[in-house]
């Protein structure tokens, strides 16, 4: 019986008081618990991928799909403007993707930028929907224009986008060879997966070829692999402990808890008192957004470290 299992009356009554991040920053229950400064911007390792980058990273996929997102679609200007106003207080992590349509936008504010200080990731869609065209070149010909887009020589990772089904690793295994084969040549640093169905998280627990990979947690179980939080953190705690890299999405139930202050708080302190999430992911809007979120960060490190 694992100490998720056997605490889990106490989990959920802590959950229910906002104190369930208590259970989890107690290394009896997380493991090895990083040690961190109070920045939100210190440089983390994720895994072993050998990317080092900061605590804090911005996504690009709010309100995404069809190669649109928010950034997309409002002014540019007002989107620029943000990106560089995230990259100047210091985050120099930014998640994009196919489907969210900002390859081109992140280039344009990249030219501001030092590109060498930046871990920028991007994710290949290989299902049904999501971007216009119906046709799924190999993964090569999908990272050629990708670096096009972002006028960039090498992307740090390149991740095969929301995973559901059990034995992804089989199926996409060509796919897999490919960007094996990329990360050889330095074209990308690191590969990996994001994952949307607990199933697809044990799946990647098997293999050694995820270096990096993108998981929905929140101590709410809101926008999650399962409601139940003990069970997904299991999970990732697995993945971890293997050496793969671990980045925290959805940390404010996909926005649902963006109005709730005191649960954004609780999941923040929750989520960085795990010790095998190694890095913040949250999609800015504005740059009070931005600006909030810092300040929250420090608040609750200091708490916890």
């Given amino acids: 019986m694992t100490n998720f299992q056997m605490n889990r009356r106490k989990f959920i009554g802590a959950l229910s008081a906002g104190t369930a991040h208590v259970l989890f920053s107690n290394p009896l229950y997380a493991g090895n618990i990083p040690a961190r400064s109070h920045d939100p911007f210190q440089l983390v390792e994720l895994g072993n991928s050998g990317i080092k980058t900061t605590l804090l990273g911005m996504g690009t996929g709010v309100h995404a799909t069809n190669r649109t997102s928010f950034l997309t679609k409002q002014d540019k200007n007002a989107s620029l403007d943000l990106l560089h106003h995230a990259y100047d207080k210091g985050i120099r992590y930014f998640d994009l993707a196919d489907t969210y349509g900002t390859h081109g936008l992140f280039a344009e504010a990249m030219t501001k930028m030092n590109r060498e200080e930046l871990t920028l990731t991007t994710k290949i869609w ?144 929750f989520v960085l008192g795990l010790g095998c999430v190694d890095l913040m992911l949250v999609g800015f809007e504005t740059k009070d957004q931005v600006d909030n979120y810092i300040s929250r960060m420090e608040t609750q490190l200091k708490k916890l470290y």
């Fill in 126 to 269: 290989t299902r049904p929907g999501g971007i216009p065209e119906q046709e799924r070149p190999d993964a090569n010909i999908v990272v050629e224009r990708f670096r096009k887009e972002l006028n960039t020589d090498y992307i740090d990772l390149v991740q095969i986008h929301c995973m559901v089904d059990e034995d992804w690793t089989e199926t996409l295994k060509p796919q897999m060879e490919i960007l094996s084969n990329l990360k050889a040549k330095g074209i990308i640093k690191a590969h990996g997966v994001s994952v949307h169905s607990l199933d697809a998280m044990k799946d990647a627990v098997k293999s050694s070829w995820v270096d990096v990979l993108h998981a929905r947690i929140n101590p709410y179980g809101i926008a999650m692999d399962k409601p139940d939080p003990q069970e997904v953190v299991e999970v990732i705690q697995q993945l971890h402990q293997s050496g793969k890299g671990i980045i925290g999405m959805k940390l404010v139930g996909n926005g649902q808890l963006r109005d709730d202050s005191q649960k954004i708080d609780n999941s923040l302190r």
